[in-house]
């Protein structure tokens, strides 16, 4: 069974420009949520979607988008980036259901410069 | 306001010793608990993991203790080999959101010595 793939795996853009990122999930999983990892923070969860829903979102200012196709893949989008958007962004997948572990990708590593 | 914490970035043990990493966390609204394990350039992987019902998980040589009443979890891994030396991360969820709602701690990055 193939793994969850993040294209692309490295991204430079400058302040002010916008970004999208993608993500597949593993074949059958319906819920993929993503993660920005920045040195000092840990993971911090961005939002998640379910069958095409955003299911959960966290603490992350508008400028940061996402959504999910039918197929379950997703892209995240960030707007007018930031210097402080520089992170690792991770996507995971599961199969939604209550406690089901996630199965993440390797990321997509954004610098703003 | 950080709800999970990992006070020791990082942490050296010899191998075939006992590697123990701690996990404070202060929503007492988290009852299901997991430890990822995340090696440089690719996404962290499911170790084990504990539900607030239980105050011990083992698989193999990784054993996570659950203390409540103290809010501390800890990872240990016995014995600690050289393939072990990796960031390990500390995830708590509240049983509203399920699993997808993870909140992470900030990591311990494990070294074992040969």
Same mark, same amino acid.
């Given at each position: 069974?193939? @793994? $969850?793939? /993040?294209?692309?795996?490295?991204?430079?853009?400058?302040?002010? /420009?916008?970004?999208?990122?993608?993500c597949?999930?593993? #074949?059958?999983?319906?819920?993929?949520?993503?993660?920005q /990892?920045?040195?000092?923070?840990?993971?911090?969860?961005?939002? +998640?979607?379910?069958? +095409?829903t955003?299911?959960?979102?966290?603490?992350?200012? @508008?400028?940061?988008?996402?959504?999910?196709? #039918?197929?379950?893949?997703? +892209?995240?989008? $960030? #707007?007018?980036?930031?210097?402080?958007?520089?992170?690792?962004?991770?996507?995971?997948?599961?199969?939604?259901?209550?406690? +089901?572990?996630?199965?993440?990708?390797?990321g997509?590593?954004?610098? $703003?410069? | 306001?950080?709800?999970?914490?990992?006070?020791?970035?990082?942490?050296?043990?010899?191998?075939?010793? *006992?590697? *123990?990493?701690?996990?404070?966390?202060?929503?007492?609204?988290?009852?299901?608990?997991?430890?990822?394990?995340?090696?440089?350039?690719?996404?962290?992987?499911?170790?084990?993991? *504990?539900?607030?019902?239980? %105050?011990?998980?083992? %698989?193999?040589?990784?054993t996570?203790?659950?203390n409540?009443?103290?809010?501390?979890?800890?990872?240990h891994?016995?014995?600690?080999?050289? &393939?072990?030396?990796?960031?390990?991360?500390?995830?708590?969820?509240?049983?509203?959101?399920?699993?997808?709602?993870?909140?992470? &701690?900030?990591?311990?990055?494990?070294? *074992?010595?040969?």
């Open positions: 069974k193939a @793994g $969850v793939t /993040q294209t692309p795996r490295y991204l430079i853009k400058t302040r002010g /420009q916008q970004v999208t990122l993608s597949s999930p593993i #074949s059958g999983h319906r819920s993929v949520s993503w993660y /990892q920045t040195p000092g923070q840990g993971l911090q969860f961005l939002f +998640e979607y379910f069958s +095409e955003q299911r959960n979102k966290g603490n992350f200012p @508008g400028r940061f988008s996402g959504r999910q196709f #039918s197929n379950s893949r997703s +892209e995240m989008n $960030v #707007s007018t980036l930031e210097l402080g958007d520089s992170a690792l962004y991770l996507c995971a997948s599961s199969s939604g259901s209550t406690n +089901e572990k996630l199965f993440f990708g390797s997509t590593q954004l610098s $703003v410069l | 306001d950080q709800q999970v914490k990992q006070n020791s970035p990082s942490l050296s043990v010899q191998e075939g010793r *006992i590697s *123990i990493l701690n996990c404070d966390y202060t929503n007492s609204m988290f009852d299901y608990f997991l430890w990822y394990k995340k090696y440089p350039a690719e996404g962290p992987t499911f170790l084990i993991s *504990i539900s607030s019902i239980k %105050d011990k998980n083992e %698989d193999g040589r990784f996570v203790f659950l409540k009443s103290a809010k501390h979890l800890s990872l891994i016995v014995p600690s080999q050289p &393939g072990d030396s990796a960031v390990y991360f500390c995830a708590a969820s509240a049983g509203q959101f399920g699993n997808e709602k993870l909140t992470f &701690g900030t990591g311990t990055r494990l070294t *074992i010595i040969p």
